[in-house]
C-alpha cells in the first residue's frame, strides 16, 4: 500500500509530515513520490495567510479524476485548513475521508488502518486535547544533518490577525524528558544542528500543561547533549524573550548567533491594536541587549504591511526599524482576513492597490539592506554545514548547499562529497539571497 504526504507552511508542519511519514512507514506504508501509484494522499496544510489556504482546495481538486478511476482511492486534510474547514471538506469532495487537526495528528496512522478496513468511512479529528498528544515514538535509522523538535503546540496570544490559536489550540509545552529524549536520539542517528520549534519557543513552560521547566532551562540542557554541534529556535515573541534566553548567546557555544525575531509593525499604535504587547523601543532595547550579549548575532524578523487602519505614516514606522536593525532578511506579506479573527471584524481596511505598493517599497528596502549585509561578508571564512547536494550541476564539481552559523545559505563546489560535514568555507560571492564558497 502506498502514500504521498503534502505539506503546506511552517517548519511545524514539516516536522510534522516528517513524523507521519515514518509512522506509517512503521506499519508497512510506502512512501512515493509519484502521487499517481499513491493509493492515499494525505495534505498538511497552512492557513495563515490566504494563498495558502486557496491552494489546499486547488490540489485537493487534482485528484478528482484519480478517485473517479480507481473510487478506493482517498484523500486526508490535516493541519491548520484542516482543522478550520473540518467536515466541510467532505460536503465538497466525496473522496476525501479523514479529517485532522494538529492534536489529532498523533491518532492518525491508527485511523488510516481503520478506513482501509471500512471503505466507506469517513473520520475526523478535530477535538482540541487537554494536553500535549505526545506520539508513537519513531525515529528514522539515519537523522538528517540538520531537524526540528517541536517542543511545544498551540498558542495563548490571540493577536488580532492570527488563526493560530483556533486552529492549533491553546499553548500546550512538551515534557522537558521527552524533549531530551527525542533530541538525543537524533543526535545519535546523526543529527548536528537541532532547531527547536514553537508557535512561541520563548514562552515555553508558561503553561499549565508543561513540567515548570523555563526556555531557558530547556536550552541549557539540550546544548550539553554529546555531540550537537548548533542548536538554534523559533519562533520568538518579543514580549516573552527574556533576559536569561538572551544572556544564553554568549554563554552556549552550540547557540547559533542568529534570531528570527517577528516585528510585524513598527507603529506603536497599530501594534497596540494587534495585541502585540511590546511597543517599538521595548522591541529596539531587546535587539540592542541581544548585540551586547552576541555581537556578530544576525536577525530576520517577519512584517505585515496593510493591516487595517494602518496609514502612511504607521508604514514609514516600519521602515524606519528596517533601517536601524537592519535584518538580514525579512518575510513580509499583505495583510488578509483570517475567518474568526479580531482583524476581520475590523473596519477601515487598506485598499489592495495601497497594500501592494506598501509592499514593493518595503522589499526594495530590505533587498538592498540584504545585499549590503551579504557583501560585508565576502572574503571572510565561515564554517558551513553541508545539508544537501544542490538540483543544478555542472563542471567537473558537485555543487552543495549548507548554512553558516548564522542561517545563511552558502553553494559550495567540491570534489568529493562533503554532505553531513561542516567545513570550512571562504566565502567569494553575495547572490540576491545567498552566498558562494569554496572549501578552505
Known amino acids: 500500500m502506498k502514500?504521498?504526504?503534502?505539506?503546506?507552511?511552517?517548519?511545524?508542519?514539516?516536522?510534522?509530515?516528517?513524523?507521519?511519514?515514518?509512522?506509517?512507514?512503521?506499519?508497512?506504508?510506502?512512501?512515493?513520490?509519484?502521487?499517481?501509484?499513491?493509493d492515499f494522499?494525505?495534505?498538511?496544510?497552512?492557513?495563515?495567510?490566504?494563498?495558502?489556504?486557496?491552494?489546499?482546495?486547488?490540489?485537493?481538486?487534482?485528484?478528482?479524476?484519480?478517485?473517479e478511476q480507481n473510487p478506493s482511492f482517498f484523500v486526508g486534510v490535516g493541519g491548520c485548513v484542516g482543522q478550520q474547514i473540518g467536515e466541510g471538506f467532505f460536503e465538497r469532495f466525496p473522496y476525501v475521508r479523514l479529517v485532522f487537526g494538529t492534536d489529532g495528528l498523533y491518532l492518525v496512522p491508527d485511523k488510516i488502518e481503520e478506513l482501509l478496513n471500512f471503505p466507506h468511512k469517513r473520520i475526523s479529528l478535530?477535538?482540541?486535547?487537554?494536553?500535549?498528544?505526545?506520539?508513537?515514538?519513531?525515529?528514522?535509522?539515519?537523522?538528517?544533518?540538520?531537524?526540528?523538535?517541536?517542543?511545544?503546540?498551540?498558542?495563548?496570544?490571540?493577536?488580532?490577525?492570527?488563526?493560530?490559536?483556533?486552529?492549533?489550540?491553546?499553548?500546550?509545552?512538551?515534557?522537558?524528558?521527552?524533549?531530551?529524549?527525542?533530541?538525543?536520539?537524533?543526535?545519535?542517528?546523526?543529527?548536528?544542528?537541532?532547531?527547536?520549534?514553537?508557535?512561541?519557543?520563548?514562552?515555553?513552560?508558561?503553561?499549565?500543561?508543561?513540567?515548570?521547566?523555563?526556555?531557558?532551562?530547556?536550552?541549557?540542557?539540550?546544548?550539553?547533549i554529546h555531540g550537537l554541534k548548533r542548536l538554534r529556535f523559533t519562533t520568538s515573541h518579543p514580549k516573552d524573550l527574556s533576559l536569561e534566553v538572551i544572556r544564553l548567546f554568549g554563554e552556549l557555544e552550540v547557540l547559533c548567533p542568529h534570531l528570527h525575531l517577528p516585528l510585524q509593525v513598527g507603529s506603536d499604535r497599530i501594534l497596540k491594536i494587534m495585541g502585540r504587547k511590546y511597543t517599538k523601543k521595548r522591541y529596539l532595547d531587546l535587539i540592542e541587549k541581544l548585540r551586547l550579549a552576541r555581537p556578530d548575532i544576525s536577525f530576520t524578523t517577519d512584517l505585515i504591511v496593510g493591516f487595517p487602519g494602518e496609514t502612511e505614516e504607521d508604514f514609514k514606522q516600519t521602515l524606519e526599524v528596517l533601517q536601524?536593525?537592519?535584518?538580514?532578511?525579512?518575510?513580509?506579506?499583505?495583510?488578509?482576513?483570517?475567518?474568526?479573527?479580531?482583524?476581520?471584524?475590523?473596519?477601515?481596511?487598506?485598499?489592495?492597490?495601497?497594500?501592494?505598493?506598501?509592499?514593493?517599497?518595503?522589499?526594495?528596502?530590505?533587498?538592498?539592506?540584504?545585499?549590503?549585509?551579504?557583501?560585508?561578508?565576502?572574503?571572510?571564512?565561515?564554517?558551513?554545514?553541508?545539508?544537501?547536494?544542490?538540483?543544478?550541476?555542472?563542471?567537473?564539481?558537485?555543487?552543495?548547499?549548507?548554512?553558516?552559523?548564522?542561517?545563511?545559505?552558502?553553494?559550495?563546489?567540491?570534489?568529493?562529497?562533503?554532505?553531513?560535514?561542516l567545513v570550512k568555507v571562504r566565502i567569494t560571492e553575495a547572490k540576491k539571497h545567498s552566498l558562494v564558497g569554496e572549501v578552505r
Request: proline residues 2%; positive net charge.
Open 3 to 38: 502514500f504521498s504526504v503534502i505539506t503546506f507552511g511552517c517548519q511545524m508542519n514539516v516536522a510534522d509530515s516528517n513524523w507521519l511519514i515514518l509512522s506509517l512507514q512503521k506499519r508497512g506504508f510506502t512512501l512515493t513520490l509519484k502521487e499517481k501509484e499513491a
Open 41 to 67: 494522499v494525505l495534505l498538511n496544510t497552512c492557513s495563515v495567510r490566504e494563498k495558502p489556504e486557496q491552494k489546499v482546495y486547488s490540489e485537493i481538486g487534482r485528484f478528482r479524476k484519480k478517485w
Open 126 to 224: 478535530l477535538s482540541f486535547e487537554d494536553f500535549y498528544p505526545e506520539r508513537e515514538k519513531v525515529f528514522p535509522e539515519k537523522a538528517d544533518v540538520s531537524v526540528f523538535v517541536n517542543i511545544m503546540q498551540g498558542c495563548d496570544n490571540f493577536c488580532a490577525y492570527c488563526i493560530v490559536p483556533f486552529t492549533r489550540g491553546r499553548q500546550k509545552s512538551r515534557f522537558k524528558a521527552e524533549v531530551l529524549t527525542e533530541c538525543k536520539t537524533l543526535v545519535e542517528r546523526g543529527a548536528k544542528e537541532i532547531t527547536l520549534l514553537g508557535q512561541n519557543v520563548n514562552s515555553y513552560g508558561q503553561d499549565k500543561y508543561g513540567d515548570g521547566t523555563s526556555f531557558a532551562q530547556l536550552l541549557r540542557e539540550v546544548a550539553l
Open 324 to 421: 536601524i536593525v537592519e535584518f538580514e532578511n525579512a518575510y513580509s506579506f499583505k495583510y488578509s482576513d483570517r475567518p474568526g479573527t479580531r482583524a476581520e471584524k475590523m473596519e477601515n481596511k487598506v485598499p489592495e492597490e495601497v497594500k501592494q505598493e506598501r509592499l514593493i517599497r518595503l522589499q526594495a528596502l530590505q533587498e538592498k539592506i540584504t545585499q549590503k549585509k551579504y557583501k560585508q561578508v565576502v572574503g571572510k571564512e565561515e564554517e558551513v554545514l553541508i545539508e544537501t547536494i544542490s538540483k543544478r550541476q555542472g563542471g567537473t564539481n558537485l555543487h552543495f548547499r549548507g548554512r553558516d552559523l548564522w542561517n545563511r545559505v552558502v553553494n559550495i563546489e567540491s570534489s568529493r562529497d562533503i554532505r553531513r560535514e
